[in-house]
């Protein structure tokens, strides 16, 4: 069986691909398994400082391979013992296996940013969404597909839909299913930015994160995920207890000294 999820790391950024280009990347239960244990590795792992989340092929990711899920329903039911479900919770998680193959982006300590391209369906969209930012081609198709099998999205996606574009954009969409542009994404807040070549532009983006202080940047992503948690009062508390800790450290120090010096800064892996 084909490598579900690939990894390759490079001067502190992880070039992480979607690997079913056969099936436009469809979600089966070894994709979900492969994207959760990928971020777990990564979380671990001090020398990355950014992520590039992508899909090989012609599609960052189709949605859902329902053929695969029927085929292991079949089975399930032929059997006098029940098999586990996707939609258990993970252990000691507050997510199932699906959510947590979304979720785990946005808990990453590190950057994540999603080079889209081709179709973002369903629950590759919501893969997508669990990035920090989103950079798509112009013709990329997206959409909240769930509504069209009679479902709804269930990877963490209404909660990132309404984060991204607002309550009424994200009822608009998960209601009709309708597929929206890379250039419409961008312009409703789906997305961050167009390119040509959205994963050169990522890759560019991730080397630009990874040469400041990994300190720092993991820092913003706690305060910045956060923010729409607590209210002012706590979340300015929690902006003077992250600059506290960071101040007079020796990646602190050192983007101050390689600044009046006018050099690259060095900086150590986080501990």
Request: charged share 25%.
């Amino acid at each position: 069986m084909t490598e579900r999820v690939t990894v390759k790391v490079h001067d502190g950024v992880a070039d992480v691909r979607l690997n079913r280009p056969d099936k436009l990347n469809a979600l089966d239960l070894p994709t979900f398994e492969a994207l959760a244990a990928t971020g777990d590795a990564l979380a671990a792992d001090p020398s990355v400082r950014a992520v590039v989340l992508s899909g090989e092929g012609r599609a960052f990711c189709a949605g859902l391979d329902f053929a695969a899920f029927a085929a292991m329903a079949e089975r399930a039911s032929a059997g006098s013992a029940r098999s586990s479900d996707i939609t258990d919770r993970a252990p000691g998680r507050i997510t199932n296996l699906g959510q947590q193959a979304v979720h785990t982006w946005r808990e990453l300590p590190q950057p994540v940013i999603a080079a889209v391209h081709g179709h973002a369906l369903g629950g590759g969209l919501q893969i997508a969404l669990g990035a920090d930012l989103r950079i798509v081609a112009p013709d990329t198709k997206m959409s909240v597909l769930e509504i069209r099998w009679g479902l709804v999205p269930d990877m963490t996606g209404t909660a990132a839909l309404i984060r991204l574009v607002g309550e009424d954009t994200a009822k608009e969409l998960t209601f009709t299913g309708r597929t929206v542009s890379g250039t419409d994404a961008v312009r409703i807040g789906l997305a961050t930015r167009t390119a040509d070549d959205p994963h050169a532009a990522a890759t560019d983006l991730a080397r630009e994160i990874a040469a400041n202080s990994p300190d720092a940047v993991r820092a913003a992503k706690r305060l910045l995920n956060r923010a729409a948690d607590r209210d002012l009062a706590g979340q300015f508390l929690e902006e003077s207890r992250e600059l506290g800790a960071l101040r007079g450290t020796p990646n602190q120090a050192e983007a101050v000294r390689a600044y009046f010096e006018k050099r690259p800064p060095a900086f150590t892996d986080p501990a």
